[in-house]
């Protein structure tokens, strides 16, 4: 946190372990964390869920844009939240970090803390990892879980006939992120020693081409005060820089009796379209359902060359809120947090307000 | 396999995981593979032992040294050995990917013909993964497995009067990597469409500097026939490219009451120096009772400016054969792969035939 410790070539591999173990606590379920040849994390239910997710330096984030503690919120949330989409619990992450000798020491100390915040705030730690050098920073999280006896809530169980129901944010990364690209909104100053960090001033700043979500930093960003009504733009960017996925809603859904879950990750559209596939449905999105902030439309005004369907477009296609999406069966009582915005006919593929919707889909991450 | 069939980003990210989904089944305890969320992966005995590890392009291999299968290989390897040091039995593995745009698709499916070898060998399966696009190939491997009722085997326990054994390989992966370095041995093409291989003649090959271990490839590397005793130093380059850990020895020494276990990654002394810090004792290696292949011996005269030491260096602190090293109470009757090598006593660090060992430690990865 001084940003004068050094690099982590400095400390060496076992000085960075030592360094992060400290500052990433084990969750309850572990009984052997970090140190030792593997981990081990209860099961209790006898059956683990387990995720990874990969998160690159240049392609899911800039170190100029980020915080190291948003990338590490980030890193953990992406995984975290595909574990509450099984319906199960999270118990535990192990973090594969590559990065730069150059990388500076307190650097990995805050991206340590932001994984450890995340993971904390999903009821788990981080029982395991290993460290590697490479020429930009590499982070791969595998988040485990525990059903807690329940089935796990596949993509696959979509009935014609159930209510299509949302928990969490829809849109607002993707205003956040067009924010920031369109420069109507500047990062602030990317803490925790990155090399080069944006001036805090209000000035347009274009990311390099081809390059998907560029972040920023808030500072300091656990103690970030709530957004006051006219921070609502901020609100979307921090939305951005760290995803604050609902993992509680995960298992509620499941003992509710969803047919089927996902995160969205990819848009709403993207990843409803998986769930008609995998269920050989179709979906249907009823627009006037929809959970529009207000943040969102204020951003749409904000922002040069937008139309009025800009708001919408962000809450349809835009990705990494990670909400969690589920199909119910028509008698289930919806507790207030899940916003009920379509239904599972027969058929095919995903329809908004019965018409195929004509926008992108999600992130083809190869192409 | 045709070397013709387009990139990974012509497939797209869900026609790749589509193409390696069909080449890498799951294990038998998995329930939920690849295609939904998360995996879901029986853990009967109410925990789960989890290790991750990476391998990156220009780091740990060269796709112009080693084919795709040995690549995948190494990966599962690395991992799935850290599961059989704890005592446990390796259940199901998930494969994080990320990988230029431009990489082979063919070579992507041999990578994941190689992780699937390794694991079924292992007793598990691939259950799930996530890909990404990067500048060069990065593998984060997840292994999860189950301790089937027993305590987990730590560094932590062993105790003086113990016996410390081992099973596997000693040396031998360091031996082939000095063969190829040396230009002694060259590595045979690289199969399955890396971009410039070597030619199959003998020649002597210089990798980059500061590139610490670089791979080649034996084609076809799943039916390679077993070195004829003038093939043992094409042997040795074999063990260096795809390492074959004993796995079913971990949950044997876990049976027989062993009091501490580690995969031997960083070499012989630096990883018994793990097991003695941990547990507060010092580890005497006796090197009589050390099991010196005579390939190894043939290998170090085959090499220029070798001492007569060269071969009983390798075994002390060449890593990346992964063969497991334990401690036994001298009441165990130890079965004929694990073979004594030395005692614990009082004190502290490691000993070799009672004297402090001046020869290099493990991988310092951030140095």
Redesign the interface.
């Known amino acids: 946190m001084t940003g004068n410790d050094g ?3 400095d ?4 000085g ?1 372990i030592a360094a992060l173990r400290a500052r990433m606590p084990a969750g309850p379920l572990t ?2 964390g970090i ?10 239910s ?9 998160l ?1 330096e ?3 984030f800039l170190r100029d844009w980020s915080s190291a503690y948003d990338i590490g919120v980030k890193a953990a949330a992406r995984s975290l939240s ?2 509450a ?2 319906g ?1 619990v999270n118990t ?1 992450l ?3 970090l ?2 730069p ?1 150059t990388l500076p020491a307190s650097w990995a100390a805050e991206l340590a803390d932001g994984l450890a915040a995340e993971a904390t705030r999903a009821g788990a730690g981080i ?10 920073v ?1 982070l ?1 999280v ?4 525990d ?1 807690a006896g329940r089935l ?1 809530v ?3 169980g979509a009935r014609p006939g159930d209510v299509v129901a949302v928990a969490g944010l829809l849109g607002h990364s993707a205003a956040g992120l067009a924010l920031l690209m369109s420069g109507v909104l500047t990062p602030p100053a990317a803490t925790g020693g990155a090399p080069a960090s944006v001036p805090p001033t209000v000035s347009p700043v274009i990311p390099p081409a081809s390059v998907p979500p560029a972040d920023a930093a808030a500072a300091p960003p656990a103690q970030a005060p709530a957004p006051a009504p006219d921070d609502a733009l901020a609100g979307l960017v921090a939305a951005h820089l760290r995803p604050a996925p609902i993992y509680e809603a995960g298992p509620e859904a499941a003992l509710l009796g969803a047919t089927a ?3 969205i990750s990819d848009g709403l559209i993207a990843d409803l379209g998986h769930i008609a596939t ?1 269920s050989g449905v179709q979906v249907n999105i009823s627009t006037p359902g929809l959970p529009i902030a207000p943040a969102l439309l204020k951003a749409a005004k904000a922002l040069p060359s937008t139309s009025g369907t800009t708001a919408l477009e962000w809450v349809l296609t835009g990705g990494e809120d990670h909400a969690l999406v589920a199909a119910f069966p028509p008698s289930v009582t919806l507790p207030p947090r899940w916003h009920p915005i379509g239904e599972v006919r027969e058929g095919t593929g995903v329809t908004v307000d019965n018409a195929t919707h004509a926008g992108p889909g999600g ?5």
């Open positions: 690099s982590v070539a400390l060496g591999e076992w960075v009984s052997v140190g030792d040849d593997a981990a081990v994390v209860g099961a209790p006898g059956n683990v869920v387990a995720a990874v997710d990969m690159i240049g392609r899911h595909d574990i989409a099984m199960a535990a192990l973090v594969a590559a990065a000798g029982a395991g990892g290993d460290t590697a050098r490479a020429d930009y590499t791969a595998t988040a485990l879980g059903l796990p596949l993509r696959s879950m996902i995160d995998a992130w083809q991450h190869f192409r």
